[in-house]
């Protein structure tokens, strides 16, 4: 049997990566992967493995799915087993070719690959159509002509059994005979439905005679006008998993009151039959996770699309600079588990520090531009000063910054009348210049408004490279950039896009939507960076030395880059105290 091969990463590196956690050197264990010890132990299935990832086509994939995704692609990388990319697509109203697309790019690039076995439900609609047919001539099914309130009222409570629907004793070859003129487009939409034969009275509401067919004029993505009847989810899901040879099928909680009827179908259908588990969903602070409440955001014009930085999706979070690495960890630190429980959006960002503090180089950009003039450095000199590309990575090597009489640093960087735990510029204080010099500000000067237009400070020539031979120190160490040689930089600042930590599930009658962040964007169209960002590419990651972290943006062109901030840095420098 083959292993899934990757994209761009190999699962041994997957592999090792989940050995990660934390500093055990155990590969992370879970419910599930006690189940499926148990079984290989049984020999279950002859020991094989095969799990499937099964989005419905109808929005773009979130960091939920991400925790789906990881879970099945890497069992099945543990277990050197297959995981199938399945597309659920039975609700055609919803579904659109170009979340087909926006699914595969983004399972691609969180580094899994299903090879050749991507598949879709509607696929399978000839064979599901016929396992209807068994049932029918079972007894096990039959066509019912109440509508959908109908059916609802029918259908009892939690404390009261359902009503039996007058159509549920129709003979077989009656039933036979109506759902194949269903199919053939003889009726109107709604008007009838084919349902399952089970028990009005059971306890389990779903076991209630559900509806496994609805006639529906849709024009399908793939299947066109083929089809005018669709089947339902729980009908089609597990069908599809048998003939696709799923061993286990992992699904979200909220399907554990449908497990007995989709062993019920496999049963009675007489098919292979897939294990279903149910695990917990993943649920993320300050902020929604359901593809239909995404979809309003972006409808409703609340972000830019569905890869809005912002957003929970795998497209925004890679556009604000997420690698897969980084979520795969985060997959991987939050653990499968059975109960339902809310994770820090904080636990998120540490994962991408982490990741990006080893691969982002450094490189110096100023926000908030506050001129500075060194009095005594001479005009018409442009230096270039060597300055280090990561601190992590040496391999990374360094760079030239240039260095001249007319410099900037952050605004915020410099006060007149300074409070005492303040170490940054002030008048009359020595700072040191990041691989530069150290200066010390003799005066600010001010506009008519009496706001500070720019500094005048001098330089100490002996201290180039950023130390003082006799050994003097500094109590900061500030980022800048040149005056005479800088890229201005567009830069995007992120904030969580809701206020409330938990904006969903509401109970005061508000809505996720009230709770939207009015200043989960800040852009800044004037700031500066060393002039080697010109050459940067869309996806390229950087850290602004005391920023954060931030990611060229497909909007970035060489003229004018523009860059999101993936996460803020978790500590400054800025009291370092030597020169790297
Ligand atoms: P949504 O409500 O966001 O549309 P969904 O469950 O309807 O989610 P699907 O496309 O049906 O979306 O999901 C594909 C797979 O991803 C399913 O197996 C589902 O259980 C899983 N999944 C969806 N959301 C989460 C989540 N928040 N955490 C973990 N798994 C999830
Ligand atoms: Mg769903």
């Given at each position: 049997m083959s292993v899934p091969v990757t994209t761009g990463v190999q699962p041994l590196h997957i592999r090792e990566e989940l050995r990660m956690r934390d500093d055990s050197s155990k590969p992370v264990s879970n419910f599930i992967k006690h189940i499926i010890d148990e079984d290989i132990k049984n020999g279950k299935n002859d020991g094989r493995i095969h799990t499937r990832f099964p989005p419905e086509p109808n929005g773009y994939l979130?960091?939920?799915?991400?925790?789906?995704?990881?879970?099945?692609?890497g069992i099945a990388v543990d277990y050197s087993g297959l995981c199938n990319l399945r597309f659920d697509d039975t609700n055609p109203d919803r579904?659109?070719?170009?979340?087909?697309?926006?699914?595969?790019?983004d399972v691609h690039w969180l580094g899994f690959s299903w090879e050749n076995r991507e598949y879709y439900a509607s696929d399978y609609f000839e064979q599901l159509y016929g396992y209807a047919i068994e049932l029918i001539k079972k007894g096990r099914a039959y066509v019912c002509d109440l509508n959908s309130d109908e059916i609802r009222q029918h259908r009892g409570t939690l404390t009261e059994a359902g009503q039996e629907s007058p159509y549920r004793n129709r003979p077989a070859d009656e039933n036979l005979d109506i759902f194949m003129r269903m199919r053939a487009g003889e009726f109107e939409d709604g008007a009838r439905t084919l349902r399952a034969k089970i028990d009005m009275s059971s306890g389990n509401i779903n076991m209630r005679d559900p509806v496994i067919y609805r006639i529906q004029r849709s024009t399908h993505h793939r299947t066109g006008d083929q089809w005018c009847i669709y089947p339902m989810y729980d009908y089609a899901h597990c069908i599809s998993d048998s003939i696709e040879k799923i061993t286990h099928s992992l699904c979200t909680l909220e399907f554990e009151d449908h497990?007995?009827?989709?062993d019920w179908f496999l049963d009675e259908i007489g098919v292979f039959h897939p294990q279903q588990i149910e695990f917990a969903r993943l649920n993320l602070s300050y902020t929604v996770m359901s593809k239909r409440k995404l979809l309003q955001l972006v409808n409703g014009g609340h972000v830019k699309g569905w890869d809005d930085p912002r957003m929970p999706t795998i497209a925004g979070l890679r556009r604000r600079g997420y690698t897969p690495e980084s979520i795969r960890i985060f997959c991987d630190r939050i653990g499968v588990a059975k109960a339902d429980s809310t994770v820090d959006m904080a636990l998120l960002e540490y994962c991408v520090r982490e990741?990006?503090?080893?691969?982002?180089?450094?490189?110096m950009t100023v926000l908030h531009p506050l001129k500075i003039v060194i009095l005594n450095y001479p005009h018409d000199t442009i230096e270039e000063l060597d300055a280090v590309n990561n601190p992590e990575d040496e391999s990374a090597g360094t760079r030239k910054v240039p260095f001249s009489r007319e410099i900037y640093i952050e605004r915020d960087d410099f006060m007149e009348d300074p409070p005492k735990k303040f170490f940054r510029l002030a008048p009359g204080r020595e700072i040191r210049l990041r691989y530069a010099y150290f200066i010390t500000c003799e005066k600010a000067v001010k506009n008519d408004r009496g706001e500070i237009v720019e500094l005048h400070c001098t330089?100490?020539?002996?201290?180039r490279g950023g130390d003082a031979p006799d050994g003097r120190k500094v109590k900061a160490t500030l980022h800048?950039?040149?005056?005479?040689?800088f890229i201005q930089t567009e830069v995007r600042l992120y904030s969580h896009l809701f206020t409330e930590a938990e904006p969903d599930s509401r109970k005061d009658g508000t809505e996720f939507r009230d709770y939207l962040n009015p200043e989960s964007l800040e852009v800044l169209t004037d700031c500066y960076a060393e002039p080697s960002?010109?050459?940067?590419?869309?996806?390229?990651?950087?850290?602004f030395e005391r920023l954060g972290y931030f990611c060229v943006d497909p909007e970035s062109s060489p003229e004018r880059p523009v860059l999101n901030r993936t996460v803020t840095l978790r500590d400054t420098w800025a009291k370092i105290k030597n020169k790297n």
């Open positions: 979130h960091i939920g799915h991400a925790k789906s995704i990881c879970l099945n692609f579904e659109e070719l170009k979340y087909v697309a926006a699914i595969t790019e497990r007995p009827l989709y990741d990006l503090n080893k691969r982002a180089p450094r490189i330089y100490d020539p002996a201290t800048w950039v040149s005056a005479e040689k960002l010109s050459s940067s590419k869309p996806g390229e990651h950087f850290q």
